[in-house]
């Protein structure tokens, strides 16, 4: 049982309470297979409207620290209009989602960190042994293991992991509030099994996106000819793959909490910095059958290496996929909930 600890002392932290004392973090096999708000918009989290919402326990307040309350009902998945057809974008059609909680922010390397102390968790990517690295950012050259064919700034780099981003020689010091990278479908899983909350499916994960930006199709304005020279969101600016002007403020990943929230849902980053990964098997059709082998996930939202002349993919709507195991420097996640009270809100 989740929550089972309505005994635990009110000193304890919440996240630690989470983490420990609810039996929220019990490890299991770490195998390679492996605004009327409660606080405010910036206060530790919120809710979508005015519900009342029953905490029945200090347990599910620990839960929900630093979350967002996605109030459930219909919302329009997809798009009639697609830009990348082969990623199954479309068609538009009308999904009923219940209520769920989801993180305000991508798991930083900070919140990573913790969780590696507390399970001795090894990510696919220092199991396996490299990671793929955006080339021009690449540490030590003789750590390229090779480049991709089909796009060839990026290179396995024996070495890249979440503490070594860009290889041997680099490290995250200077990057705890920054997103964690090089973690893999099954890395990000297992974070937030142990905290006692799972991936969000891509339903949920596009309807808070599209609710986050309240009616906007960017979180800048409705326009990508305006991409150039927002400030909203952490993509890429200039000429990819060769120049970045920054005028976001960011050349690679930026802190999880940059930028001011959305005009909607206070959720930070849902659009660019890191891809994030969602619990669900790649499907282009739609039907019941993942593509493949339910070897690869759907992941959302695009990255800080994403512009419109190369993969126009900071739309909510938008979607891509990795197999299970694979990691980059451009991927991270954030964790869902179950909203148990769902039928009082
Ligand atoms: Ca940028
Ligand atoms: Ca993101």
Redesign the pocket.
Known sequence: MRFSCFFIIVSVSCEAAAASDCGCSESRSATRESPNDQGSRSGKNFVEESPSIPIDSVCRAALHEKMVLVKGGEFIMGTNRPVILADGEHPARVKNISSFWLDAT?VSNEAFEKFVHETGHLTDAETIGDSYVLGSTITESKAIQGAVQAAPWWFSVFGASWRNPEGPGSNIIKRMKHPVVHVSWRDAERYCEHYGKRLPNEAEWEMACKRSLGGKRFPWNDEVTDAENQRSANIWQGQFPNTNTKKDGYEGTAPVDTYDPYPGLPLK????????WTADAWTTDHGTKPDGEETRRVKK?G?FMCHASYCFRYRCEARSENTLDTSSVNV?FRCAADALDSRTL
């Open positions: 991508e980053n849902m659009i660019g910095n890191v891809w994030e939202g990255s991270g």
